[in-house]
């Protein structure tokens, strides 16, 4: 115990003396993990790391960045602190540290046309097919060499542009968390004519991170701390459902890109 408290006492003193606010950002579209509303990053990881921090005297500034390849890249490159939340994969772990313990348990499911369903149990019943993604996305190194080399791959800003194409017919399916999938197609008005095919493509884990090497690095072990406790009393599977609810409650916003796609 004393091995960890030293360094989160010096990271934490550093940190202070500095007097900088710190700045996180996270997935746009990915509800109740986190979502962009008006501007701003809402959803269950923005309010929880933000509430973490202070608990260790920290403040933390939520920064919408536009996509989530923008977010990633913003905290690889130092001039932003926290993801709020992010899988972990071989690539990510080059750059960024993750908390141990998870926020979220993700299964991805594929969310199709209900007139274009097709038969899927394992992942050749994808090749050849047409896949939305969302720059930066990824659903762990086996999954990501299988869709560059056997599937036709279209990438798009938001959440809304990639629902509407699979609306429109133009990819075949999109891969995203049976509950963000869910809750998306609710919210745009989309459940007589969208719905997810019920095997699981792979079960991901939203993690904390922050970038490799910076003095946060120390703390992750008392974020692992809070976690635990949070998911052991149900404080995370309620908040989650507060967020789920609130996303709701929110008229869908305008996107620029479905012009595009009309």
């Known amino acids: 115990m004393k091995r960890l408290l030293v360094p989160l006492l010096l990271a934490v003193c550093a940190l202070q003396a500095h007097a900088r606010e710190l700045i996180a950002c996270g997935h746009p579209a990915y509800p109740p993990v ?43 490159e130092g001039r932003a602190d926290i993801v709020v939340a992010a899988y972990r994969n071989r690539e990510r772990e080059r750059h960024f540290a993750f908390s141990a313990h998870h926020l979220v348990v993700d299964p991805i499911v594929l969310f199709v046309r209900r007139d274009r369903r097709f038969v899927f149990d394992d992942w050749e019943d994808l090749r050849g097919r047409s896949v939305g993604l969302l720059l930066g996305d990824s659903f762990g190194e086996r999954f990501d060499r299988f869709a560059e080399t056997a599937l036709r791959v279209e990438r798009v800003s938001t959440g809304r542009q990639n629902m509407r194409k699979l609306v429109l017919g133009r990819i075949d399916f999109m891969p995203i968390g049976r509950e963000s999938g869910r809750l998306q197609r609710r919210q745009l008005g989309y459940e007589d004519v969208v719905e997810a095919l019920p095997q699981p493509l792979v079960t991901e884990y939203y993690h904390v991170a922050v970038r ?28 989650l459902q507060a967020h789920a609810e609130r996303y709701l409650a929110e008229p869908p916003e305008a996107d620029a890109g479905d012009e595009k796609l009309d």
């Not at 309010?47 to 536009?66: D, I, N």
């Not at 003095?215 to 406790?229: K, M, Q, S």
């Open 34 to 76: 986190s979502w962009v509303a008006g501007g701003e990053l809402r959803g269950l990881a923005p309010t929880l790391v933000r509430e973490l921090f202070a608990e260790l005297g920290l403040t933390v500034r939520l920064e919408a960045f536009g996509n989530w390849k923008r977010c990633l890249q913003e905290v690889r």
């Open 212 to 239: 490799k090497g910076s003095e946060l690095e120390a703390l992750l072990p008392e974020i692992d701390l809070r976690l635990t406790a949070l998911h052991a009393e149900g404080g995370i599977a309620r908040a």
